[in-house]
Every structure is written in structure tokens, then in C-alpha cells.
């Protein structure tokens, strides 16, 4: 069945680069998401990108996305505190039901200062 | 401005007590979700609808109901609360298109005790 994986923690330094990998399984994925979940709140969408573009950028975020690899990441540029959250990464669910996305467990980005 | 509400952000019940989880959005969605959230099992889909009046099962419904009577609301009934069912609640809601983008609510963190 279709599958999201990411890694689970992500530690960087205030002002380093973070990039947060995830691969999935779906290759018929029209869109991949990235949502981000802070603390005590539900997922917000932050980006997503078509499965026929190789990138996307957008201020501080930068999604690559390799089809042949299936694997899609985000970088965030001088990462700050206020970054520090929980990002998921979504595929379409294109077997299932309309809206569906499959989610990703999460990776949870720590910012030290 | 986009909003998806849920009735409680905090809710003790006891064992074998029927709870019910309030959504509501205001954005005209046709489509629904609920999502249970656990510490490294990341967003399980419990139930969803694409329409008044209609649900399908989501991963884990074992144990769970749902009703859509409106469209913009969306219940989570809990029949006979169990421990293992304390979790956080997410609701979401969202429009068939072609960017399925979700709306999440602020979450419910749910105790059964």
C-alpha cells in the first residue's frame, strides 16, 4: 500500500540550514504536500509542489522533489526558533476517496539558539 | 479567513462514557476528516465524509462513529470511551480539487481515565 516515510527528529543550530528528507510510494501522486504543526495547534499547509516540477521556492522554503527516487524534501534557509515544530510530508491518497492525503509520521524540528 | 473549529481544546471522560467530538468549518467544504494523533505514529485517519449525510471508514474505526448532518459539521462519537483511546483529535475539512489542501481545527486532546 502507499507509504510516507520521514525521520522522526531533526536538531539544528539558529541560523544553519535544515532540510527534512521524506520518500513515498505513490508514483501516480499528482501534488506532495508539506504541512507544519506547532505546538499545541492543528497541521497548517506550508508548501506543496506538482509532481512535474523538480522545485519550488518560496522565501525560506525549498522543496526538491526527485520522481525517479520518489523522495521529496524541504529546506528551510536561516532556520529561527519560531521554526521549531512538527513537519509532515503528504502524498494524495490516489487509491482511496477523493481529498485524501496519506501522511507522513512527522519530523520534529528543534532550533537551538 | 479559513476556520475549522473544534468544541474543546482539553476533555477528561471516564471509561465506558460516550463522548462526542465537535467540528465545525465555515469555508462551504464539502469534504471532512478525522484524525487521531499518538507520539510516533504520526496522523491516523479515523473516519472521513465527502458529503452530507455520507462516511467511510478510514485506518482505525474500530470503535468509533461519526455523523454529518450538516455540512458543516462533523461529529466524532466515541460509543464507550477506553483508555487506549487518548489520543489528540484533529479535524480537517477541504474541497475536491485538484490541490487537496487540508484545514485543520486546533485539535481536542482527549483523557480517558
Known amino acids: 500500500g502507499e507509504d510516507v516515510e520521514q525521520s522522526l527528529f531533526l536538531s539544528v543550530r539558529e541560523g544553519d540550514s535544515s532540510v527534512i528528507n521524506c520518500t513515498y510510494t505513490d508514483s501516480s501522486s499528482t501534488y506532495l504536500y508539506w504541512y507544519k504543526q506547532e505546538p499545541g495547534a492543528g497541521l497548517q499547509l506550508l508548501t506543496y509542489i506538482f509532481s512535474n516540477m523538480d522545485m519550488k521556492q518560496d522565501q525560506r522554503l525549498t522543496v526538491l522533489l526527485n520522481k525517479k527516487d520518489k523522495h521529496l524534501s524541504l529546506r528551510i534557509a536561516d532556520t529561527q526558533t519560531g521554526d521549531s515544530a512538527i513537519y509532515f510530508c503528504a502524498e494524495s491518497d490516489n487509491g482511496g476517496s477523493q481529498g485524501n492525503l496519506i501522511f507522513g509520521k512527522g519530523t520534529k524540528l528543534s532550533v537551538k539558539p | 479567513d479559513v476556520k475549522v473549529t473544534q468544541s474543546s481544546r482539553y476533555l477528561v471522560k471516564r471509561t465506558g462514557e460516550k463522548v462526542f467530538l465537535e467540528c465545525v468549518q465555515d469555508?462551504?467544504?464539502?469534504?471532512m476528516f478525522w484524525y487521531r494523533q499518538d507520539p510516533g505514529l504520526g496522523l491516523r485517519l479515523i473516519y472521513f465524509?465527502?458529503?452530507?449525510?455520507?462516511?467511510e471508514k478510514g485506518d482505525i474505526p474500530e470503535g468509533y462513529s461519526v455523523s454529518r448532518e450538516k455540512k458543516e459539521r462533523f461529529s466524532l462519537i466515541l460509543e464507550s470511551a477506553s483508555t487506549n483511546q487518548t489520543s489528540m483529535y484533529l479535524c480537517?475539512?477541504?474541497?475536491?480539487?485538484?490541490?487537496?489542501?487540508?484545514?485543520f481545527g486546533p485539535g481536542t486532546r482527549l483523557t480517558v481515565t
Open positions: 465524509s465527502y458529503d452530507v449525510k455520507m462516511k
Open positions: 480537517a475539512s477541504s474541497s475536491p480539487g485538484t490541490v487537496k489542501e487540508q484545514y
Open positions: 469555508m462551504d467544504h464539502e469534504n
